[in-house]
């Protein structure tokens, strides 16, 4: 019975919620890491500008690369064990 009730919890909205926080956790590190790569750890940010991975807007790459590293290390700083306790199924 326990099994059967898990595979229904699988679709619920938390866990969908879960999942998806756990995708962009992995998709913007490996962004921040290609971000990092292109500016040299964010040395010269205008790297980014018009570069074919960021399309970033002429002028805007230290905004831009200020503010995605921001999101990045925040989305990060969702620990694991955080994400456990929304996911009680």
Do not use: H, W
């Amino acid at each position: 019975m326990a099994a059967s009730a898990r595979i229904g919890y699988t679709n619920t909205p938390v866990k969908l919620a879960v999942n998806y926080i756990i995708l962009a956790q992995q998709q913007l590190a490996r962004a921040k890491a290609e971000a990092d790569c292109i500016t040299g750890g964010g040395v010269t940010p205008a790297n980014l500008e018009g570069s074919a991975e960021f399309g970033v807007t002429s002028g805007q790459g230290s905004v831009f690369y200020t503010c995605f590293t921001g999101m990045a290390a925040n989305l990060a700083a969702v620990t694991a064990s955080e994400l456990a306790k929304l996911d009680q199924g």
